[in-house]
C-alpha cells in the first residue's frame, strides 16, 4: 500500500472511527484502525465489539482529487498513536506507506514517521445485516430525539436494560423511550415511508448513542437506519456506525403516563426553570434535591428549598393558565431542571394527579414529548 | 445591617474573593464571606489562612450610585451558597437585610433568601502590615512574569521551599525564580523608583501566584506590592490580596545558569515547538517523555523519539544561526514544550555546553527571560 492523502480529510475521518477504538481493549488488535485503500477511496475501520464505526474517503470529491495512489492494500495502525499525530502532521498532505511486515512509513514536510502495523487479516470483519427493515430519518430530528430522551437513561449497571434507549415503530410512527425508575422520556416523530415496518424491543445503549450523536451532522442530512437482528446500523453520508442491541426485555412504560389530571398548568418554561435552578442550589446540599412546588387555585405558584445550615428560598412564579385544586408537591430538582433545559420550547404544560403520582410534562406547542418525573413522598 | 446594592458589581466583587475561600477548612467562620457595610461602600473579605482577599465595593462609581445604604453592620454569610445564589438572582438589584442574630434575608425581584449568618467578630483579622517595602508593577509585566515562571515550580511537597517562586530585588531589577530541580526559570525586569529596595528570600507558594494571577487585570494597571515580614500584599484597584511568605531558605540558583556554551543556535521558536510536540506523542508512551535532538555543523537539526511496540518518529529543522561543535542530547520533552509555550518570542536561542550539561534557552530578542533545562543521561 502507497498513498498520498489531504490531510484534513483524512484527519476528519479518524477524529469519527477514533469514537469507537477503547483505551481498554483485551483483543490488542482492537487497539488498532484498520486501513483499506484501493482505487475508489480508502475505509478506515474501528471497533469495540460495542461499536463499530467504518469512514470512506473518497478518491475524488467534487471533481477535486482527495487520494493519490500508487499501490493498495491494507494495514492496522496502533490508534491512540496514529489519531493524535495525524493532525499535529506539518504539511497539508500526507504520504502512507506500508512495506514488509506491515511496517508503516507516514511523511509530511520534514517530519517522518516509522509505525509498527499489524496484519490487517486479524483484524475482525463487520457484521453483514440483512437491509429488511430500513428507514430514514433526517440529522437534526434524530439528534433531538435522542437528546431529549438519553439523560433519562439509568446509570446504574444493575439492570442493564434500563441503561438504553428503547426504540419502537408503529403505525407510522418512531419512538425513544428511556427511564431510570424515577423519571422517563417519551419523544415520537412521524417517519415518511414506514407504514409497514414494525418494532418494539430494540434497546440501544446510552453511551453508544451519546457517540453516535457527536457523529451526526449539525446540518440537516438523511440519515438511514437499518435494523437488524442484534445491532443497528446508521448510514450517515459516507460513514457507518453500527451499535448492539442490548439482550433483554424493556420494561411496559405505556400504563407509567396519566392520561387525565387533577391539576394542570401552563408556565413559562425559563421563569420555572430559574426558579428550579436556584432552589436546586440549597436543595443539593442536602444531597437529597428536594424541591417544593406549593400552587394556590388563583394560579400562583410558590417554588421553595431549605437546607438546616444554610437557610431557606423560595419564590413566586404566575402561570400562564391554571386549572383544578390547589396542591402541593415535593420533587428532585435535578431531574426537573434535566427535563425543562430539554424541552426547547417558550411555555410548558405540566399535569398533577397527586402528591404522590407522577408529574407530567410536555411541550405546549404539541411537540410529541413527555416527560414524567415521580414526585418525593415527603411528611407534611 | 440593610441595603441595596447592584448585582454584578456585587458580583464581581464576590468572584474575587471566592478565591481565598477553601472548600475543606478546619475554622468554620472561614466558609463563610464576611461583609462590612457603612456609607464609603462595603468590604468583602474571604481567607483561608494561606491567602487573604479583600474587596471593596464603593457606593458611588463614575458618578452613579452602586449601594443605597439604610443601616450599616457586618455579617459573615455562607461562602459557597453566597457564591452561587448571587449570580443567579432574577433582578439587577438585591436587597440585603440582616436582622436578630445575623439571621439574612436577600431579596431579588420574586426571589426571597433566607440565609443563616455568623457572628463577624469571630472572623480573623487580617495581618497589619508595615508599609516600608513598597514598589509599584503594571499588572500585564507582572502577570507574564508570573505565567512564564509559575510552571517551573515544584509539586513535590517533601521540599516546601521549592513550591514556591523566590522573588529578588536589587539594584532597580525585580526577578522571579522557580525551580523543581530538573529546569530552572528565571525572569527579570527594571522597575522604576526602587533604587533603594532590596530584598532576597521572599517566596511566595506557586498555587497562591495562581490564584493571584486570576485576579490581576487584563488591562494594563498598577499593582502595589508591599513586602512585610512574613505577608506580601498585592493592591490592585479596589482588591487587596494577602499571601503567606513560605518558611525556609530558598538554594541559591544563581551559579547554575552556563554563561558560555560549546554550541549556540538561533531557531524558529514555532519550529521546535512543533517538532518537540510531535516526538513528544510517542516519547510520553514510554512515560520518560525522552526526546533526541542532533545537530551537525552545517546547522541541521534533527529532533526524534522512539517507543519500542509503536514505532518511531524524526525531523529536521534548518536553524537561523549556529555556531560550534556538532553533538547530541536527549532531554525530557514535556520541559522543553512548556519553556517554548511560554517564551513568547519568534526566535530563540539555545545554548549547549556538552550532552551531560544544562541547555539553556533564552528569547533572542533579549527580554531577560532564561530557561534551563537538565538533559537526561542516556547512554550511546
Same mark, same amino acid.
Given at each position: 500500500?502507497?498513498?498520498?492523502?489531504?490531510?484534513?480529510?483524512l484527519?476528519e475521518?479518524?477524529?469519527?472511527?477514533?469514537?469507537?477504538v477503547?483505551?481498554?481493549?483485551? +483483543?490488542?488488535?482492537?487497539?488498532? =484502525? *484498520?486501513?483499506?485503500?484501493n482505487?475508489?477511496?480508502?475505509?478506515?475501520?474501528?471497533? #469495540?465489539?460495542?461499536?463499530?464505526?467504518?469512514?470512506?474517503?473518497? &478518491?475524488?470529491?467534487?471533481?477535486?482529487?482527495?487520494?493519490?495512489?500508487?499501490?493498495?492494500?491494507?494495514?492496522?495502525?496502533?490508534?491512540?498513536?496514529?489519531?493524535? +499525530? =495525524?493532525?499535529?502532521? @506539518?504539511?497539508?498532505?500526507?504520504?502512507?506507506?506500508?512495506?514488509?511486515?506491515?511496517?508503516?512509513?507516514?511523511?509530511?514536510g !520534514?517530519?517522518?514517521i516509522?509505525? =509498527?502495523?499489524?496484519?490487517p487479516?486479524?483484524y475482525?470483519?463487520?457484521? $453483514?445485516?440483512?437491509? %429488511?427493515? &430500513?428507514?430514514?430519518?433526517?440529522s437534526?430530528?434524530?439528534?433531538?430525539?435522542?437528546?431529549?430522551?438519553?439523560?433519562?437513561?439509568?446509570? /446504574?449497571?444493575?439492570?442493564?436494560?434500563?441503561?438504553?434507549?428503547?426504540?419502537?415503530?408503529?403505525?407510522?410512527?418512531?419512538?425513544? +423511550?428511556?427511564? #431510570?425508575?424515577?423519571?422517563?422520556?417519551?419523544? $415520537?416523530?412521524?417517519? @415518511?415511508?414506514?407504514?409497514?415496518l $414494525?418494532?418494539?424491543?430494540?434497546?440501544?445503549?446510552?453511551? /453508544?448513542? /451519546?457517540?453516535?450523536? !457527536?457523529?451526526?451532522?449539525d446540518?440537516?442530512?438523511?440519515?438511514?437506519?437499518?435494523?437488524?437482528?442484534?445491532?443497528?446500523?446508521?448510514?450517515?453520508? &459516507? %460513514?457507518?456506525?453500527?451499535?448492539?442491541?442490548?439482550?433483554?426485555?424493556?420494561?411496559?412504560?405505556?400504563?407509567?403516563?396519566?392520561?387525565?389530571?387533577?391539576?394542570?398548568?401552563?408556565?413559562?418554561?425559563?421563569?420555572?426553570?430559574?426558579?428550579?435552578?436556584r432552589?436546586?442550589?440549597?436543595?443539593?446540599?442536602?444531597?437529597?434535591?428536594?424541591?417544593?412546588?406549593?400552587?394556590?387555585?388563583?394560579?400562583?405558584?410558590?417554588i421553595?428549598?431549605? $437546607? &438546616?445550615?444554610?437557610?431557606?428560598?423560595?419564590?413566586?412564579?404566575?402561570?400562564?393558565?391554571?386549572?383544578?385544586?390547589?396542591? *402541593?408537591?415535593?420533587?428532585?430538582? *435535578?431531574?426537573?431542571?434535566?427535563?425543562?433545559?430539554a424541552?426547547?420550547?417558550?411555555?410548558?404544560?405540566?399535569?398533577?394527579?397527586?402528591?404522590?403520582? @407522577? +408529574?407530567?410534562?410536555?411541550?405546549s #406547542?404539541?411537540?410529541?414529548?413527555?416527560?414524567?418525573?415521580?414526585?418525593?413522598?415527603?411528611?407534611?
Amino acid at each position: 500500500m502507497k498513498l498520498k492523502i489531504l490531510k484534513n480529510e483524512l484527519n476528519e475521518s479518524i477524529q469519527h472511527v477514533s469514537k469507537a477504538v477503547s483505551s481498554r481493549t483485551t +483483543i490488542p488488535i482492537l487497539s488498532g =484502525i *484498520k486501513i483499506d485503500a484501493n482505487a475508489s477511496g480508502i475505509t478506515l475501520t474501528a471497533s #469495540d465489539t460495542d461499536i463499530s464505526i467504518q469512514s470512506f474517503i473518497p &478518491t475524488e470529491k467534487d471533481g477535486s482529487h482527495i487520494i493519490q495512489l500508487e499501490t493498495q492494500g491494507s494495514v492496522v495502525l496502533p490508534a491512540k498513536f496514529f489519531v493524535e +499525530i =495525524i493532525k499535529k502532521l @506539518p504539511d497539508d498532505e500526507v504520504e502512507i506507506e506500508v512495506k514488509d511486515q506491515f511496517q508503516t512509513w507516514i511523511r509530511s514536510g !520534514k517530519s517522518e514517521i516509522h509505525m =509498527i502495523g499489524l496484519d490487517p487479516e486479524e483484524y475482525p470483519l463487520l457484521p $453483514q445485516l440483512e437491509q %429488511n427493515e &430500513t428507514f430514514t430519518v433526517q440529522s437534526d430530528l434524530l439528534k433531538s430525539m435522542i437528546r431529549q430522551t438519553l439523560f433519562c437513561v439509568s446509570t /446504574n449497571e444493575s439492570t442493564p436494560i434500563l441503561t438504553g434507549v428503547q426504540w419502537q415503530m408503529a403505525e407510522g410512527k418512531l419512538k425513544l +423511550i428511556a427511564t #431510570d425508575r424515577h423519571r422517563l422520556a417519551t419523544r $415520537q416523530a412521524q417517519i @415518511p415511508d414506514v407504514e409497514q415496518l $414494525q418494532f418494539k424491543n430494540i434497546v440501544i445503549s446510552g453511551k /453508544n448513542l /451519546n457517540e453516535l450523536n !457527536k457523529i451526526l451532522p449539525d446540518q440537516n442530512e438523511p440519515v438511514q437506519i437499518v435494523v437488524a437482528e442484534s445491532q443497528v446500523l446508521f448510514k450517515i453520508d &459516507t %460513514n457507518l456506525f453500527y451499535t448492539r442491541i442490548l439482550d433483554g426485555l424493556y420494561p411496559d412504560t405505556s400504563k407509567i403516563i396519566p392520561q387525565s389530571f387533577k391539576t394542570e398548568m401552563v408556565i413559562s418554561t425559563k421563569s420555572l426553570l430559574n426558579a428550579v435552578d436556584r432552589a436546586y442550589l440549597l436543595s443539593r446540599e442536602e444531597k437529597t434535591n428536594i424541591v417544593r412546588l406549593v400552587a394556590e387555585e388563583s394560579g400562583l405558584v410558590e417554588i421553595s428549598s431549605s $437546607q &438546616t445550615e444554610l437557610g431557606k428560598i423560595k419564590e413566586e412564579i404566575e402561570t400562564e393558565s391554571y386549572s383544578g385544586e390547589a396542591f *402541593k408537591i415535593s420533587f428532585n430538582s *435535578k431531574y426537573m431542571l434535566d427535563a425543562l433545559k430539554a424541552m426547547d420550547c417558550e411555555k410548558i404544560h405540566i399535569g398533577f394527579t397527586g402528591a404522590m403520582s @407522577p +408529574i407530567v410534562l410536555k411541550p405546549s #406547542d404539541h411537540v410529541e414529548l413527555v416527560y414524567v418525573i415521580l414526585p418525593y413522598r415527603t411528611t407534611g
